[in-house]
C-alpha cells in the first residue's frame, strides 16, 4: 500500500476548523486522500483513536458518492455516535426498499403545496423581527426550518424549541455531555413513537399518516422505520437549512451590489442559492466505510477503512470550479455535491430550495438595504458536520 501523508489532530477536529474549514481544504486538498487521526475523547463515549480517510477532490468525493457498493453508508460505527439512523446509514437492498416507500410519501405535490403556507410563515417571522440590527439566526433562520418540518410531520409548530434542542442533540456529538445528549435523545424517541401510533390509529393530513400508509408491492413501513424516518427529517432538515439560508443572508449583506442587483433582477435568486450551496456548503462532512480496497486519486485506501466525504472542500475544488474561491452567479451552478450525489441524493434538496427561496424573496421585499451589523458574528463551533452561524446580527433597514 502506498503511504500518505498522515497530519495532526490540529488540523481536522478542532472548533477553530469548524469554524473556518476553508483554509484547511486549500492546504490539505492536493495530497488527498490522506488518512488522519481523531484522538481517543473527542467523541464522548468513543475512547479509540480513529484514523478515518479523507476525500477532498471533486473527483474523489464524486467517485465515491456514486459507488455507493464500496463506500457503504452503513458504518458499523454509527450506533456510537447516536442511534443509527434509517436511510441515511442504509445501503441496499434495504435502501432501495425504504427510498421507494418515502418517495411516495415526500412527493413534490406535498413539498410544493406547503408554499403559501412557508410564504406566510416567512412573512409573520419577519414582522415579529422588525427592523435596525437583528440576529437573524434567533429570530428567523432557526424558527422557519423548524415550524416547517413539524408542519410537514402534522407536529403543533409551538414545540419548535424542543425539536431545535433534539436535533442540536443529536448534531452534538462533540460539545454535550453524553448523559444530558442520551437524555435529550430519549425524550425525541418517545415524542415520536407517540406520533406514529397516533397516526396508526386515525388518520390525519400529514407526513406521517402517508407514511403509515404507504405501500410498495405490499410491503408497509414498521413502526420503528416511520419513528427512525421522523427523526431523520428532524436531524437531516433542520439545522442545514438553517445554514443554507444563514450563510447566504451573510454572503450578501458582505455584497452590497448583489443585493441591489437581486432586488431589481428575481431571476438572480435561484443561481445565488446554488452558488450559496457551492461556496460555503451547510453540511460539510459525512461518513463512509470501504467494503474492499479501493483506489482514488492514486492512493489505494484498504477494506474496511472509514471514510470522511468532504463535500464542502470538494465544492472549492479548482479542478471543477474554476475560481473557486470567488461567489459567482454565472458558473454551470448545479454540479456542486453539496445535497450529495447518487442513492442517497438529499430527499429534501425541493424542500430546501424553496424555502431558500422564498426567504430570500421576503427579505429583499422588505429591506431595500441589508449589511452586517455591529455585534460580531459567530460560526457555531459545536459539531464538525455542519458549517453556519451560531449568532449573525445583520442591520436589515425598510427605507
Ligand atoms: C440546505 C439544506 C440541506 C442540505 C445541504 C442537505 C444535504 C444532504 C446531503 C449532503 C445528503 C447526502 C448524505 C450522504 O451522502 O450520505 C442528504 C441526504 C438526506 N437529506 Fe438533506 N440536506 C438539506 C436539507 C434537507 C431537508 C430539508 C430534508 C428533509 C426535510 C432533508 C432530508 C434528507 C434525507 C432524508 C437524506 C437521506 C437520503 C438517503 O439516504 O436516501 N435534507 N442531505
Known amino acids: 500500500m502506498e503511504t500518505s501523508a498522515i497530519i495532526t489532530p490540529d488540523q481536522l477536529m478542532t472548533p477553530a ?3 473556518d474549514p476553508y483554509p484547511v481544504y486549500l492546504q490539505l486538498r492536493d495530497q488527498t486522500p490522506l488518512s488522519y487521526l481523531v484522538p481517543p475523547g473527542i467523541i ?7 484514523w478515518p480517510w479523507a476525500l477532498m477532490k471533486y473527483d474523489d468525493v464524486y467517485s ?15 450506533g456510537q455516535f447516536g442511534p443509527k439512523l434509517v436511510l441515511i446509514q442504509d445501503d441496499p437492498p434495504r435502501h432501495t426498499r425504504f ?3 418515502v418517495n411516495k410519501a415526500f412527493t413534490l405535490r406535498r413539498v410544493e403545496a406547503l408554499a403559501p403556507w412557508i410564504t406566510g410563515v416567512a412573512n409573520e417571522l419577519l414582522g415579529e ?12 433562520t432557526i424558527p422557519l426550518p423548524v415550524k416547517v418540518i413539524a408542519r410537514l410531520l402534522g407536529i403543533p409548530g409551538e414545540d419548535y424549541i424542543t425539536f431545535k434542542r433534539w436535533s442540536d442533540a443529536f448534531l452534538a456529538a462533540i460539545s454535550m455531555p453524553p448523559e444530558q445528549r442520551a437524555q435529550n435523545l430519549m425524550e425525541m424517541v418517545a415524542y415520536f413513537g407517540q406520533i406514529a401510533a397516533a397516526r396508526r390509529a386515525h388518520g390525519a393530513d400529514d407526513l406521517i399518516t402517508a407514511l403509515v400508509e404507504a405501500e410498495v408491492e405490499g410491503e408497509a413501513l414498521e413502526d420503528w422505520e416511520i419513528l427512525g424516518f421522523c427523526i431523520l427529517l428532524l436531524i437531516a432538515g433542520n439545522e442545514t437549512t438553517t ?11 458582505e455584497r452590497p451590489d448583489v443585493w441591489q442587483q437581486a432586488r431589481k433582477d428575481r431571476s438572480l435568486v435561484e443561481p445565488i442559492i446554488e452558488e450559496t450551496l457551492r461556496y460555503e456548503s451547510p453540511v460539510q462532512r459525512l461518513f463512509r466505510i470501504t467494503t474492499r480496497e479501493v483506489e482514488l486519486s492514486g492512493v489505494k485506501i484498504p477494506p474496511g477503512a472509514d471514510i470522511t466525504i468532504f463535500y464542502g472542500a470538494a465544492n472549492r475544488d479548482p479542478q471543477a470550479f474554476p475560481h473557486p474561491e470567488e461567489f459567482r452567479l454565472d458558473r454551470d451552478l448545479r454540479n456542486h455535491v453539496a445535497f450529495g450525489m447518487g442513492i442517497h441524493y438529499c430527499l429534501g ?4 430550495r424553496m424555502e431558500a ?20 458574528a459567530r460560526r457555531q463551533t459545536a459539531t464538525h458536520i455542519v458549517f453556519g452561524f451560531r449568532q449573525l446580527p445583520l442591520v436589515l433597514n425598510t427605507r
Not at 427561496?357 to 460580531?376: C, E, K, Y
Request: glycine share 6%; hydrophobic share 45%; charged share 20%.
Open 349 to 352: 434538496a425541493p424542500l430546501a
Open 17 to 19: 476548523v469548524f469554524a
Open 357 to 376: 427561496q422564498i426567504s430570500l424573496n421576503s427579505f429583499l421585499d422588505r429591506f431595500p438595504v441589508m449589511r452586517q451589523g455591529t455585534a460580531p
Open 243 to 253: 445554514n443554507l439560508i444563514g450563510n447566504m443572508l451573510n454572503i450578501l449583506a
Open 44 to 50: 464522548p463515549g468513543f475512547d479509540e483513536a480513529l
Open 99 to 101: 427510498r421507494r416507500l
Open 129 to 140: 423581527m422588525g427592523a435596525g440590527e437583528v440576529d437573524v439566526v434567533q429570530s428567523y
Open 64 to 78: 465515491a458518492l456514486r459507488d455507493h457498493e464500496t463506500f457503504s453508508s452503513e458504518n458499523p460505527r454509527a
